[in-house]
């Protein structure tokens, strides 16, 4: 006889392809509003960080001697591709992407031991090694000119730029971000008010009509994505209020204290990686605390230090830095906010009848 | 010239300060030197079957807490001896890889028992029960499977068997680890 | 009345339509029936009768030993035709001592003396009879109920508390019980309190079943029975969770209800004690849900203690499509079955026959540390440290984290999304930290023989050097005594 089955017998229909495929769906539409807004290069750019991920992944099970395929198209490696891709500068030649991604999936999460083994979130990691080796190339934003226009690349001007060598140039207006620009014109002494006249348009940064990466671009989308993950129960909503919160509070009071040095609330809301990393960053269950409190401080610490590094730090951008660090917390967190036992209070002693 | 006095002096100084410390330390802190092996052969099954290859757990105990024996020396204490001793002594031992022993214990072929007596004359625990040309029967609860009666047995009639299941010992097994 | 908040829990499909509307049913008697010995929490019950034996229905053939037990009765009359091994019904499938009962078809009940007034008797003597008909908890656990009973009656316990929350997806015994011989549960409710001396008399039915409710409530009217509708959620019947939902109280840590004040009773124990202090009728059958989308005509059907599952399927139709998996109780906590040649015992509560389609099982995958276990324990318990202790071999470290305070209610396992087999882990690692203590005693009475033997041989040797200094010295004394007799000569 075979060995019996141990209960539950029934099981709910969910498994871990599942929550993956979910959150890509739910990554749709702002990836393809950044697809439109940026053109082939952007298309490019995400099928060769997921092609490279899918190829590194595949390897590296290979020589771990386990089965290749099921873990592969279980889509944990797409998704790291995916949301990697979202943070490159749209228009960033191949080999950041392929660099970029081996290093998430290679470094980032197989010498760990693979899916749920890692401590820090592969697509950031990869990301701030990108920010830091290649500075110039991850720091060269274009403006948007929409797919199908006349100035737009067209498919094969659009392999140019992703494939082509160095020397490439298509004539594209490359700009700072927001919070690029808003950063080095303070260096520069000038007033707030000054620096953003012209350049902050709350209408378009709504839509995403502003330089930026793939996934800087619609706070709204990214937004009703994320509603979508909560209302799914893919996701808990304790980190994302938590880490707006943890940037929106302190970005308030200091807008308040003194409006023509500190950004407002809008701004920091709708620029930057903010809403991508409240909502799909910031959210990945292996590298964040497992219960509702520790979420909370979680996202808190997230919300902060991304304040903290884009108002003081040297770069204009915290969110990957910001969760990279709160990543590593996470087994602290976790050590110490364990949830109360049945009987038992706080400390597990058992209570008294 | 004065710079070297003053070397000199301050390092002998220290010297003898630190000195005095060691030697105070050593005194009042000193450790009992047996007290190693004592609390490894309680830890032991104290059976004294000797399938370590040593005379007795005493003897064992001795040579685990002079670093010649490795903790997984005892077959009846399974993982889980290996395991204590392994925390005891702060070894690192890849417990995956110790085979868990299933408990064994001797039993009678009634058989071919000819009552000869040799085997309950060796048991180190006891455990077998008989007389002068009468069958021989093991008792379950006290046997160690030590394989000392096994040896002895003129006939083959004693045999090493697993325990027996029953409902009340089985319990679920470890879950295949399939990733 | 105000409910109190539990903490995780799960919604399965309840797939209770299936059999929710089936009438209770009897089983005509087989033509066998193999009746175990141990069908309960304790110790195994010794057989008082012999092979050949006549016995009518309801006769003791075994009475109960030790503190904790209960007494098997005959579940009709008929002739004993074997007392022996018979595979139990246990996810092992070992042999457990059965005895083999061949019905005479007449089944014809040993008359027992029934009180004119039930209510008037004393808490003593009703648990007196409960333990006299052999009746433990129909829940599942089936741990001897006149036990319970003085404990409770000893520690004054304050609030009866009546689980009808019947909260494992598939089972519709105890809604239909109280649907149907409402009037009798409540009888049985009645006695129970009065069997402890209870002050308030709760029975909790989850809210998927509003006819059970209604029609508890207008029998309950005007006696001190309050019927309170609970929320739909697994596993409400669990006794902690149901007392929590129900007074806001917590069972301690290594604790019983009693510290708390508390006795829970299932209702089909309820309506056990009725039936024995009523009618003078014993533990011999059972309300069992037969249902799973392999049965033909799944039912709610009223089975002698003894009977095969086989003749349950065979009775409600036969199979649809060929099962690929039986159950014994509930989807959740359920124990697969080998075959169908498994006797229902008094804690079964259901038999279930699944297709490949019920059981959705998936290839396992690695932990995300999604935490959807963590949220669905109605312990509080982290699944997925544990199990991550468990795996690293490190059971103490499963044991810091609460692995003793686990109910194995399966509510992890049911929402990982990895398909990981949590509480198959838990139970692992629970048998082997037994298995541990098991070798650790045996090794302690071991030690203690080897150092017994020992000393012994040491004072034989010892004796021996004494009696042998003795010889010696006796020698001495004869040989010195022989050259004086000699030098006087």
Redesign the interface.
């Given at each position: 006889m075979n060995l019996p089955t141990h209960a539950p017998h029934i099981h709910s229909p969910t498994h871990i392809g599942q929550i993956m495929n979910n959150v890509m769906l739910a990554l749709i539409p702002a990836t393809v509003l950044g697809f439109w807004l940026y053109g082939w290069p952007a298309i490019n750019l995400w099928l060769v960080c997921v092609l490279a991920a899918l190829a590194t992944e595949a390897l590296s099970l290979h020589l771990r001697g386990l089965t290749v395929r099921p873990t592969l198209l279980d889509g944990s490696a797409m998704l790291t591709a995916w949301l990697l891709a979202l943070s490159l500068p749209p228009w960033a030649p191949w080999w950041i992407a392929v660099i970029g991604t081996i290093f998430a999936i290679l470094v980032g999460k197989q010498v760990f031991g693979g899916l749920g083994q890692n401590v820090f979130n592969p697509a950031m990691i990869a990301r701030v090694v990108l920010l830091i080796s290649f500075p110039v190339e991850m720091t060269t934003w274009i403006t948007p000119i929409t797919l199908g226009s006349e100035q737009a690349p067209h498919f094969l001007e659009g392999l140019a730029i992703t494939f082509g060598s160095s020397g490439t140039t298509f004539d594209a207006v490359t700009s700072a971000s927001l919070l690029g620009h808003v950063k080095v014109e303070l260096n520069r002494g000038v007033d707030l008010q000054a620096a953003l006249t012209g350049y902050f348009i709350p209408h378009d940064a709504v839509w995403g009509w502003h330089s930026g990466s793939l996934g800087e671009t619609s706070a709204v989308l990214l937004f009703l994505g994320g509603l979508v993950l909560i209302v799914k129960r893919i996701i808990t909503w304790h980190i994302p209020v938590a880490m707006l919160i943890g940037v929106l509070l302190p970005a308030g009071l200091m807008h308040a204290l003194n409006p023509s040095h500190y950004l407002g609330l809008v701004p920091h809301l709708l620029h930057g990686g903010l809403m991508l990393g409240a909502f799909f960053i910031a959210t990945d269950p292996v590298t964040s605390p497992n219960t509702a409190i520790g979420q909370w401080i979680f996202g808190l610490g997230c919300g902060l230090l991304t304040y903290i590094i884009r108002t003081w730090g040297n770069y204009p951008e915290g969110v990957a830095f910001a969760v990279l660090i709160m990543n590593a917390t996470t087994p602290v967190i976790d050590h110490y906010l364990r949830p109360r036992i049945y009987g038992r209070n706080h400390k597990g002693e058992a209570l008294l009848p | 010239m004065q710079m070297i006095g003053v070397a000199i002096l301050s390092l002998t100084l220290l010297g003898l300060a630190l000195g005095f410390l060691l030697g105070t330390a050593a005194y009042y802190l000193k450790v009992e030197g047996n007290t190693l092996a004592a609390e490894l052969e309680k830890l032991l099954?104290?059976?004294?079957c000797g399938q370590c290859g040593f005379p007795g757990c005493t003897a064992a105990a001795q040579a685990l807490a002079n670093g010649q024996a490795a903790v997984t020396l005892c077959p009846p204490g399974?993982?889980?001896l290996v395991?204590t001793l392994a925390a005891r002594l702060g070894v690192e031992v890849n417990?995956?890889q110790v085979k868990e022993t299933i408990?064994i214990i001797a039993e009678v072929q009634e058989d071919l028992c000819i009552g000869c007596t040799r085997c309950f004359k060796v048991?180190?625990?006891?455990?077998i029960l008989g007389a002068a040309k009468q069958i021989h029967v093991v008792f379950r609860?006290?046997?160690?499977g030590c394989n000392q009666c096994i040896a002895v047995c003129p006939t083959e009639s004693l045999q090493l068997k697993p325990v027996p299941?029953?409902?009340q010992?089985?319990?679920?097994?470890?879950?295949a680890?399939?990733? | 009345m105000k409910l109190f908040r539990l903490q995780g829990g799960i919604h399965p499909d309840t797939c209770k339509i299936l059999s929710a509307e089936q009438p209770i049913r009897s089983l005509p008697l087989p033509n066998w029936l193999h009746i175990p010995l141990q069908q309960h929490i304790g110790a195994s019950a010794k057989p008082v009768v012999k092979v050949g034996d006549r016995v009518y229905k309801g006769q003791v053939i075994a009475v109960s030993q030790g503190a904790v037990s209960a007494s098997i009765h005959a579940s009709t009359s008929g002739e004993i035709a074997a007392i022996g091994n018979y595979p139990a019904p246990h996810p092992s499938g070992l042999p457990i001592f059965t005895i083999t009962l061949k019905p005479d078809g007449a089944d014809r009940w040993l008359e027992q003396e029934v009180p004119d007034e039930p209510l008037t008797l004393s808490p003593e003597a009703i648990a007196m009879r409960v333990n006299a008909a052999g009746i433990v908890g129909l829940g599942g656990a089936a741990f001897p109920s006149a036990v319970k009973l003085n404990v409770s009656r000893r520690s004054q316990v304050q609030t009866l508390i009546i689980n009808g929350s019947e909260c494992e997806p598939y089972l519709t015994g105890d809604d239909r019980l109280m649907r149907e011989r409402t009037s009798a549960v409540i009888q049985g409710i009645r006695l129970l309190r009065h069997a402890v001396g209870a002050q308030d008399v709760l029975v909790g039915i989850e809210d998927n079943k509003s006819q059970a409710i209604t029609a508890m409530q207008f029998a309950a009217m005007g006696t001190e029975v309050q019927v309170i509708p609970i929320p739909t959620l697994y596993p409400m019947g669990s006794e902690k969770q149901l007392v929590k939902v129900l007074t806001g109280k917590e069972v301690p840590a290594n604790g019983r209800l009693a510290d708390i004040s508390v006795l829970v009773h299932n209702v089909g124990t309820a309506y056990a004690v009725r039936q024995a202090i009523y009618l003078g009728r014993p533990l011999v059958t059972r309300v069992v849900t037969v249902s799973g989308g392999a049965v033909a005509k799944p039912s709610n059907l009223e089975v002698p203690i003894g009977t095969l599952v086989e003749e349950l399927f065979r009775f409600c139709g036969g199979f649809r499509e060929t099962p690929v998996r039986l159950l014994m109780g509930g989807p959740m906590m359920g124990i697969q079955l080998p075959n169908t040649q498994i006797p229902v015992v008094k804690g079964t509560s259901g038999v279930l026959a699944f297709t490949a389609q019920e059981i959705t099982g998936n290839r396992i995958s690695p932990c995300i540390r999604c935490a959807s276990c963590l949220r669905a324990c109605p312990i509080g318990l982290q699944p997925l440290e544990m199990v991550a202790r468990i795996r690293a071999h490190d059971l103490n470290g499963a044991i810091r984290l609460g692995l003793k305070d686990c109910i194995a209610c399966g509510s992890c396992s049911y929402v990982c999304p990895a398909h990981i087999p949590l509480v198959h882990y838990f139970n692992y690692a629970k048998g082997e930290l037994a298995a541990r203590e098991r070798i650790k005693l045996k090794q302690e009475a071991t030690r203690k023989l080897a150092e017994e033997r020992m000393e012994r041989l040491a004072r034989l040797a010892r004796e021996r050097e004494a009696a042998a200094a003795a010889r010696q010295a006796a020698k001495a004394a004869k040989e010195k005594q022989a050259n004086v007799l000699a030098e006087a000569i």
């Open positions: - | 099954p104290g059976s004294q399974g993982r889980v395991e417990l995956a408990p048991c180190p625990t006891d455990a609860e006290a046997c160690t299941v029953t409902l010992s089985w319990y679920w097994e470890r879950p680890m399939t990733v | -």
